[in-house]
């Protein structure tokens, strides 16, 4: 980590946990519960809002002292939408396949609030490193709940993690369904997903006091 | 910086350069990567024509595959025998009609215009395919298919596709456990041409009924199952006289 600062290292290390932006700053809950009922899923929309925001936060960072201030949600828009549009038109003209799994996340990382919210809160004050850094680790962060939230929908709602039956087959009765277990159907529709976000805040609160506000 | 961003004028003007610059960023980018895209676009409809009629790399069971891109165009035209477009009771050959576009078809038929319809024929081991389009609403947006039908009309293999339906529960219309379901199935309940329904709790989870007009239903995917339901149903009775001409041959 010689490469990195102290206070480097944090920016990115925070909001993978103590700052976390959906645990903490509940940023971006929408798509956390729209697309985790399965964990491939999750995954891909981890990677893409980590572009997105790497490269987005670098964007606003390099014009904060050129933006003014009475359009700049739209200028942040303009450019959300903009890197959204190209990666999915490079990526419908070279991996046409890859393009058509990311169409439905197209839609959900413009309006997602992480995005917005960094852009709004960090990169229109600092500089483009720390941007950069910032955007990194509050995707990471964004992530790390969406593959939490999607590993445990997945496996409760439909017995299998990135589609492979790990539980053994629920039709033909085998492995642990073989005893009597059955997959919780409830697990697979969104608000499954706002019930495993709260307990992980839960949990995370319980053993940090130190994030639980006053009132 | 000396800049005053405070400035009307300059917000006009920041806005103005911004919105010629990435307009024109993705103009170029858009006619730039166009011929490419429609390739791909052309490839696919290919791909999906074919893996209705049983034409692709499937392997027990599993995920769907597809005959590779480098090769459809020549397995296209192999397997596809003929293209038909039925044009107001009036049925013309047409090579390139796998690229009709069945969303302005149907908006054509709306309006009280002639459409023109596609269908597809195939042939693999000595039988006959007849592959249809279809085109609906799921829960989000569009929903399509192909699905491919022999001459009593049952389903010899059908292909879904969708443009946003919710990961992991309407998007699910296109896994295998759920087309393959449909293969053997009847769109007529005697002279009645009623397609297929994905219903909830038809008892039969295993599909093992092919005479029932039913498939089983995804959880947590009702809109999307019966916006499937509606657009089989819709698309067949399109085809009415299409169907009812090759069973009486």
């Known amino acids: 980590m010689a490469l990195l600062s102290k206070k480097d290292t944090n920016l990115i290390l925070d909001p993978l946990a103590d700052n976390n932006p959906i645990t903490i700053q509940v940023l971006g809950i929408c798509s956390a519960l729209a697309i985790t009922a399965e964990l491939k899923a999750s995954v891909v929309m981890a990677i893409s809002v980590l572009f997105v925001l790497g490269v987005g936060n670098v964007v606003i960072s390099l014009m904060r002292n050129m933006i003014p201030n009475k359009i700049r949600i739209i200028v942040q828009l303009i450019v959300v939408a903009t890197l959204v549009i190209i990666v999915d038109q490079v990526l419908k003209a070279f991996a046409y396949e890859l393009s058509k799994t990311l169409s439905v996340f197209v839609g959900l990382i413009i309006t997602n609030c992480i995005i917005m919210g960094r852009f709004e809160a960090f990169a229109l004050g600092n500089g483009p490193w720390k941007a950069f850094l910032d955007g990194i680790g509050n995707s990471l962060g964004y992530g790390v709940i969406l593959i939490i939230v999607g590993f445990f929908r997945e496996l409760l709602g439909s017995g299998t993690l990135f589609g492979f039956k790990v539980l053994g087959d629920p039709v033909a009765k085998t492995g642990l369904y073989a005893s009597g277990y059955e997959n919780n159907g409830f697990m697979i529709i969104p608000p499954a997903a706002l019930i495993v976000v709260g307990i992980i805040i839960w949990f995370q609160r319980s053993k940090n006091r130190a994030l639980i506000e006053e009132n | ?249």
């Open chain 2, 1 to 249: 910086m000396a800049l005053n961003t405070e400035k009307n004028v300059y917000t006009v003007l920041f806005a103005c350069i911004m919105v010629i610059v990435v307009g024109s960023l993705l103009a170029y980018l858009a006619t730039g990567l166009k011929p490419r895209i429609e390739e791909n676009e052309r490839f696919e409809k290919q791909q999906n024509i074919l893996y209705a009629m049983g034409v692709n790399e499937n392997e027990g069971e599993g995920s769907v595959n597809f005959i590779p891109t480098t090769e459809v165009e020549s397995v296209f035209t192999d397997y596809i025998k003929e293209q038909l477009v039925i044009s107001g009771g009036e049925i013309t050959t047409d090579d390139e009609a796998y690229l009709i576009d069945m969303k302005k078809q149907l908006d054509a038929l709306k309006r009280g215009n002639p459409a023109r319809l596609p269908v597809f024929i195939g042939e693999k081991d000595g039988k006959k395919y007849h592959i249809i389009p279809m085109h609906g609403k799921g829960l989000w947006d569009a929903i399509w298919g192909f699905v491919a039908v022999d001459e009593q009309l049952i389903v010899q293999g059908i292909y879904f596709d969708h443009k946003q339906e919710t990961p992991g529960l309407g998007a699910n219309i296109k896994m295998r456990y759920f087309m393959d379901d449909f293969i053997g199935e009847q769109i007529l309940d005697g002279e009645r041409y009623v397609g297929i329904a994905v219903v909830k709790g038809n008892n039969d989870p295993l599909n093992n009924i092919k005479d029932d007009n039913e498939v089983d239903a995804l959880a947590g995917a009702t809109i999307t199952g019966n916006g499937v339901s509606a657009m089989i149903r819709e698309s067949v009775n399109l085809y009415r006289n299409y169907f009812e001409s090759i069973r009486s041959n």
